[in-house]
């Protein structure tokens, strides 16, 4: 079983930061063909990898590093980009209302929309605290893999499937 977390952790975290590598379509594949895991041990284990790379999002958003040329037209929103605009919205009502942010943030770590990985991103531009952006991207995308990885133990408990 250690195996398989490890496996878990480690493909949610290659998906978040490179967008080909799918977290949910590999949690519904393992969980579909191999017999014994517990599924919500894997979606643990996804929340877990995922948010180790998309921490990467929130810091480049704080400005300490470069995500590359194409994540780098992200950081040029401070600077009057295309991003700008939204970027600016988002800051100044989280600094008006901290809570409001870290609600976005859940929402979207939840659903996915906003897309999570510019939610991450826009989170460390507009200066929300590590702990409340970790704390809450953790609750959400936990409850967005314990829904994933649950999906299947559901429909095969459905009466056509008996």
């Keep these: 079983m250690i195996g398989w977390l490890l496996a878990t952790a480690g493909t949610a975290l290659l998906g978040s930061v490179f967008p080909l590598a799918n977290i949910e379509l590999y949690l519904v594949g393992v969980l579909t063909s191999v017999d014994g895991l517990n599924w919500w041990a894997l979606a643990l284990a996804a929340a877990i990898g995922q948010m180790t790379g998309k921490t990467l999002f929130y810091l480049a958003g704080r400005g300490g590093f470069s995500l590359g040329t194409r994540l780098g037209r992200m950081t040029e929103a401070r600077k009057g980009g295309r991003w700008a605009a939204w ?25 996915s929309f906003p897309p999570f990985t510019v939610l991450c991103f826009l989170s ?4 929300l605290p590590l702990l409340g952006f970790l704390a809450v991207s953790l609750a959400g995308r936990a409850i967005h893999f314990l829904i994933i990885a649950g999906a299947p133990e559901l429909i095969y408990q459905l009466p056509f499937f008996g």
């Design 87 to 111: 970027l600016e919205k988002f800051q100044d009502r989280t600094q008006q209302h901290p809570w409001w942010g870290l609600g976005v943030l859940f929402v979207s770590a939840v659903a």
């Design 124 to 127: 460390g531009a507009a200066g």
